[in-house]
């Protein structure tokens, strides 16, 4: 706000979420057989063998999934940076918006070691632990959705108080990750469900869920991107 | 209709106009496309086994669908008002509107709580079978706007006489804030019908 | 018809009688006074009906922002199909 804020940086983190969205959705979820996943009534043969007979893409998919996860916290990170120039640096929210991402790498990371588990020795675990490890790793990434509801409150509000005749982020989009945080809610009922559209397959809980969350990421990135050529001149 | 447009110009926002907030519209929007997927995800449901869903609606008490309605409408009712006495800049009478809405709007959570109590006293649940999973979560995320919007009103009608703030900006919050009140009601006039009133042959 | 009191704000005591009315009337018709088929598909462009009114004149969209209220008349179009075609499929 004194008009010389150092945005060194600032880019290459912000690219990272765009980046994160793309290996997720590759090594996680195509390689990993996550997108879609089996629904929960897939009978524990059938996933055990998928395990079995893919041990080596799940296992590749799940490892870069690893590896890339921490760019989630580096662009949520980066979209904090921005956040800063709205509001204060002491103000809750930018720590809360930092925290959100942080801990969203971890809920990414910890299920993600999971699915490695059932792809690591396949051929020694029974059935039913094989899709035990895959229910385990799916309650855990999806129930954590409070985690990113965190960031998506805090980044929503943050950039709801911009006073710029053009805010940084446009309000819709502020609004729009608000609403996504709001509708993860809905994951709350997936442990009841093995099949239908709020089971962890379905259209609710998994296709809306995912793609929701999954879009506002490169969006908001298309804005800190230029946000930050703003804060450079000085806007 | 003449004498009352004629007599009622102040309340005529222009064409180009949008009453509120453009951000809290898009959330507004947003939200009713997540409810319409909702509406789609039952419909094909209860195309698939209408046997199921008929004997499944028959096990709710329609009284309970009219009288939360006729809150929803009534207190929606009072909030329109209250918008409409704000763009005249009668913001004190706007804000008795709101208490009033406020006031009306609360027996639908009484009412909702002595619905479900008695969908649990008789042993329907969430997972009871596909109807009533869509009835508790649908209802369910409804009643989380509705308790939000609670939140809304109690925070608008401070807004309406918050002398330092200027008078758009309050008019804009308080029309936002209706419109969101208001898509409480048009969401359940969908789920009234489609929960309560779609009687099979 | 739309056009007339799209553009004019109509007292809000005479549009929650009309809401109210037709409320009452989809909860008659549910109740049985009416052939299933009939009562349910009333019941549903009731439901429209009521709803056109809450844009129009609740939201305040009926005489302003052209955009908006084509956006909103697009759901409400989507929402009554739903629910119409839904029906008569089972």
């Known amino acids: 706000m004194d008009g010389t804020v150092d945005t060194r940086y600032w880019r290459f983190c912000a690219w990272m979420g765009p980046l994160f969205v793309l290996v997720f959705f590759v090594c996680w979820g195509l390689l990993g057989h996550n997108f879609p996943p089996f629904t929960p009534d897939t009978p524990a043969s ?52 930092r925290v959100g991402a942080a801990w969203t790498t971890i809920t990414v990371l910890v299920p993600t070691s999971f699915w490695l588990t059932a792809a690591f020795r396949p051929e020694a675990l029974p059935d039913w632990m094989i899709q035990m490890l895959y229910d385990m790793a799916w309650l855990l990434i999806d129930l954590a959705y409070a985690v990113t509801s965190v960031q998506l409150f805090a980044l929503g509000i943050g950039f709801l108080a911009d006073k710029r005749k053009v805010p940084l982020v446009p309000k819709w989009l502020a609004w729009y990750g608000i609403w996504v945080g709001f509708m993860f809610i809905l994951e709350c009922v997936m442990p009841y469900f093995r099949n239908g559209a709020l089971a962890r397959s379905g259209v609710l809980n998994f296709w809306i869920e995912f793609l929701i969350w999954m879009v506002w990421v490169p969006l908001l990135t298309v804005y800190a991107i230029k946000a930050i050529g703003r804060i450079e001149r000085g806007e | ?117 008695a969908k649990f006293a008789h042993g329907l649940t969430l997972t009871t079978n596909e109807f009533f999973t869509y009835y508790f979560v649908f209802t369910g995320i409804h009643f989380l706007h509705f308790a939000i919007g609670l939140v809304v009103l109690i925070m608008l009608q401070k807004v309406a006489v918050d002398d330092r703030m200027p008078t758009a900006t309050r008019l804009r919050w308080i029309e936002a804030g209706g419109a969101y009140w208001h898509m409480v009601d048009l969401l359940w006039i969908v789920l009234f019908a489609m929960l309560y009133l779609l009687r099979a042959a | 018809m739309r056009r007339a009191h799209a553009k004019r704000p109509i007292p809000v005591a005479l549009v929650w009688a009309l809401l109210v009315l037709a409320s009452i009337a989809g909860f008659a018709l549910a109740e049985g006074f009416a052939a299933p088929h009939v009562a349910a598909s009333v019941a549903i462009v009731l439901a429209a009906v009521k709803i056109h009114l809450v844009f129009g004149q609740y939201m305040e969209l009926g005489w302003a922002h052209q955009p908006l209220r084509s956006v909103l008349a697009v759901w409400l179009a989507v929402v009554t199909l739903i629910l119409l075609v839904g029906y008569w499929s089972a």
């Open chain 2, 1 to 117: 209709m003449t004498t009352l447009a004629a007599n009622a110009p102040h309340l005529s926002a222009s064409p180009a106009e949008l009453p509120g907030d453009s951000g809290v519209w898009f959330f507004i929007v947003a939200d009713m496309c997540a409810f319409a997927v909702f509406f789609l995800v039952f419909m094909v449901g209860r195309a698939a086994d209408p046997a199921l869903y008929e004997a499944s609606r028959q096990m709710l008490d329609l009284r309970f669908g009219l009288a939360n309605t006729l809150i929803l409408l009534t207190s929606g009712a009072l909030m329109a008002q209250a918008a409409r006495d704000a763009r005249r800049g009668a913001f004190q009478r706007a804000r008795q509107m709101m208490i009033a809405a406020l006031i009306a709007g609360l027996p639908f959570g009484l009412s909702k709580a002595l619905e479900w109590q």
């Open chain 1, 46 to 97: 059938v996933v055990a063998a998928y395990f079995r007979e893919n041990a080596g893409s799940v296992r590749l998919g799940m490892v870069v999934a690893m590896t890339f996860a921490p760019a989630y916290g580096v662009w949520g990170y980066s979209i904090a940076k921005v956040l800063e120039q709205v509001i204060d640096k002491d103000n809750i929210l930018v720590q809360l918006a």
